[in-house]
């Protein structure tokens, strides 16, 4: 089956820092680096690296290069006039950051750029830093084709009830959670899972009458740019292979851990071998 992936590409110019500067100061930096990025460039790299078939739909800039995402069917990223996105990552000296975004073409994707949902019911996975509409109409046109639905909520809004019902998984951090609301107020719109990733603590899966927690697997965090992307993707990617809930969140916090090991937000992407070498059984 197929992962689609609805999201964003950015050109990530990542910036080491001893802190991360509070407003109204100043600090010098270590050194800085470019590279890939973007919540679904990153989400479709984690399904490719993993194996699994995933197409990407996303809009860009001429300066995007294709080489980037070796394994993704780009056949559906738009080339726009606009540039690529940038995101300006400030990465301090504990691996934690702060991240800025530049949507650039991102912000012109739109619902006529989607492709159909067609043959065997795979996976949508969506994100927020493209147009509410084109992730409004992506996930009413995967459901109504029997999809299963994936929505990161990241960056975090308000979002209509309309989209709720629509997601089967919902995966928001725990500061996200808080701009979006109770799990149970979100279960109650029609949600049927919501996931919500907790960094170094794991991360707890709620679905109506039952909230159980997953543990973090243990990791020498280097950068954790991208972890969160590495996590959806992989969960997608496990879903999508017809595992369970709980069994592709299992995995999914195995993969996120693993990508926090180098700097990049792509640089240590976990590949299958690699999650079963960590413990758990991905074949």
Same mark, same amino acid.
């Given at each position: &089956?197929?992962?689609?992936?609805?999201?964003?590409?950015n050109?990530d110019?990542v910036?080491?820092?001893?802190? =991360?500067?509070?407003?109204?100061h100043?600090?010098i930096?270590?050194?800085?680096?470019?590279?890939?990025?973007?919540?679904g %460039? *990153?989400?479709?790299?984690a399904?490719?690296?993993?194996g699994?078939?995933?197409? !990407?739909?996303?809009?860009?800039?001429?300066d995007?290069?294709?080489?980037? !995402?070796?394994?993704v069917?780009?056949?559906?990223?738009?080339? /726009?006039?606009?540039?690529?996105?940038?995101?300006?990552? &400030?990465?301090?000296?504990?691996g934690?950051n702060?991240?800025?975004?530049v949507?650039?073409? *991102?912000?012109l994707?739109?619902?006529?750029?989607? %492709?159909?949902f067609t043959?065997?019911?795979g996976?949508?996975?969506?994100?927020?830093?493209?147009?509410?509409?084109? $992730?409004?109409?992506?996930?009413r046109?995967?459901?109504?084709?029997g999809?299963?639905? $994936?929505? *990161?909520?990241?960056?975090?809004?308000? !979002?209509?009830?309309?989209?709720?019902?629509?997601?089967?998984?919902?995966?928001? *951090?725990?500061?996200?959670?808080?701009?979006?609301?109770?799990?149970?107020?979100? !279960?109650?719109?029609?949600?049927?899972?919501?996931?919500?990733?907790? %960094?170094?603590a %794991?991360c707890? =899966?709620n679905?109506p009458?039952?909230?159980?927690? $997953?543990?973090?697997?243990?990791?020498?965090?280097?950068?954790? /740019?991208?972890?969160g992307?590495?996590?959806?993707?992989?969960l997608?990617w496990?879903?999508?292979?017809g595992?369970?809930?709980d069994?592709?969140?299992?995995?999914? $916090?195995?993969?996120? #851990?693993?990508?926090?090991?180098?700097?990049?937000?792509?640089? #240590?992407?976990?590949?299958?071998?690699?999650?079963?070498?960590?413990? =758990?059984t991905?074949a």
């Amino acid at each position: &089956m197929t992962v689609v992936v609805v999201g964003s590409v950015n050109i990530d110019l990542v910036v080491r820092t001893p802190l =991360i500067a509070p407003p109204g100061h100043t600090v010098i930096a270590t050194g800085s680096s470019t590279g890939s990025g973007g919540k679904g %460039g *990153n989400q479709a790299a984690a399904v490719a690296r993993l194996g699994g078939a995933c197409r !990407l739909i996303a809009a860009v800039g001429p300066d995007f290069d294709p080489s980037s !995402l070796p394994g993704v069917d780009l056949s559906l990223v738009r080339v /726009t006039a606009e540039p690529t996105g940038l995101a300006v990552v &400030m990465l301090d000296s504990i691996g934690e950051n702060a991240i800025t975004v530049v949507p650039g073409a *991102n912000a012109l994707l739109a619902p006529a750029d989607l %492709g159909p949902f067609t043959g065997p019911p795979g996976v949508l996975l969506a994100s927020l830093e493209v147009p509410l509409p084109a $992730v409004l109409a992506a996930a009413r046109a995967a459901r109504a084709a029997g999809w299963t639905v $994936v929505l *990161n909520p990241a960056p975090a809004h308000s !979002l209509p009830d309309s989209l709720l019902a629509d997601v089967d998984v919902l995966v928001p *951090n725990e500061h996200e959670l808080a701009a979006l609301g109770d799990p149970d107020d979100l !279960l109650a719109t029609g949600v049927g899972a919501v996931v919500v990733t907790l %960094g170094a603590a %794991g991360c707890r =899966i709620n679905r109506p009458g039952d909230v159980r927690s $997953v543990p973090a697997h243990p990791v020498r965090a280097v950068d954790t /740019t991208g972890a969160g992307d590495a996590f959806c993707g992989a969960l997608a990617w496990a879903l999508d292979t017809g595992r369970d809930l709980d069994t592709a969140v299992r995995l999914a $916090v195995v993969a996120g #851990a693993l990508a926090t090991r180098a700097v990049g937000a792509r640089a #240590a992407l976990a590949t299958a071998a690699e999650i079963t070498a960590a413990g =758990i059984t991905a074949a």
